[in-house]
Each structure stands twice: as structure tokens, then as C-alpha cells.
């Protein structure tokens, strides 16, 4: 993961400490986030089923 990161310039969003690692979601553009603090633009783009290319098994 780390080399695609570097690859593309993004290894910055991975925190490194003593036993610890994270994402620092501050350098992310992420739909999910966006949502979750009630963007607009987000929230509208789910008005309709939440990822229904990736349908339940047991609804097909």
C-alpha cells in the first residue's frame, strides 16, 4: 500500500507512530465523510439505494 502511495505522491495520508498507524482523513476527499458532516452535495447524491451495483446475495 505504502508504494502506491508514494507512486502518486499520497504518502503523506499514512500516520506512523509507535505501534500505531493511521490515515489522516483531513487529506482525503472521501463521499462517505462527506456525508457523515451532512454535505449537501453528499447527502443528495444518495437519494436513491446506497451502492446497489453491490447488491446482497440473497436479493437477487
Known sequence: MMKGLREVGAEAVIIKKRDEIAVDTTLLDCDYYRF???????????????MSDYCCPDRL
Open 36 to 50: 457523515a458532516e451532512l454535505d449537501a452535495g453528499a447527502v443528495n447524491a444518495y437519494a436513491n439505494e446506497y
